[in-house]
């Protein structure tokens, strides 16, 4: 989700790639999906690092 930008990498940090699809120009209802999908994906990364 960085939209091509170069973030910093710390040492011992674990990073994940999440390929989504891009927004820009797209009406609301197109974009809800992947505010789901995003959604959805935090969700999970917070159960899991709950657990």
């Known amino acids: 989700m960085g939209c091509?930008?170069?973030?910093?990498v710390?040492?011992?940090k674990r990073y994940l790639d999440w390929r989504l699809d891009d927004p820009a120009?797209?009406?609301v209802?197109?974009?809800?999906p992947t505010?789901?999908?995003i959604r959805a994906?935090?969700?999970a990364l917070a159960a899991e690092l709950t657990a």
Request: net charge negative; proline share 10%; no cysteine.
């Open 4 to 8: 091509g930008d170069t973030s910093p």
């Open 10 to 12: 710390f040492p011992g």
């Open 25 to 27: 120009g797209r009406g």
């Open 29 to 32: 209802d197109a974009v809800r």
């Open 35 to 37: 505010r789901d999908e």
């Open 41 to 43: 994906r935090v969700e």
